[in-house]
């Protein structure tokens, strides 16, 4: 399995991005998929996941501005990111969660500065 993100990016704060996943290669039916992000020196933190069916769990500091979102038939998932702040700076990372095993794409740096 491969997954292969999208979207990041420099922004004003205040702005938005949409970041898309897109993962490649055999997936079974149920599984998590979601965005995690890290900054140097910090543990890597989930930002948000989604199940497949449709619900959805968010970190304390998404606060409302951020929606995560998913295609089952195109194997994607987003991160509608809206509001962005200059601490929400940082690589976001998209995952997959199957079968016990997490997947993890390549990182895309979203930078938030003036």
């Known amino acids: 399995v491969q997954l292969q993100a999208s979207g990041g990016g420099l922004v004003q704060p205040g702005g938005s991005l949409r970041l898309s996943c897109a993962a490649l290669g055999n997936i079974f039916s149920s599984n998590v998929m979601g965005w995690y992000r890290q900054t140097p020196g910090k543990r890597r933190e989930l930002v948000a996941r989604?199940?497949?069916?449709?619900?959805?769990n968010y970190a304390d500091f998404v606060a409302g501005r951020f929606t995560v979102s998913r295609d089952n038939t195109k194997r994607t998932v987003y991160l509608q990111m809206n509001s962005l702040k200059p601490e929400d700076t940082a690589v976001y990372y998209c995952n997959l969660f199957v079968r016990g095993t997490d997947y993890w794409g390549q990182g895309t740096q979203v930078t938030v500065s003036s």
């Open positions: 989604i199940f497949m069916t449709g619900s959805a």
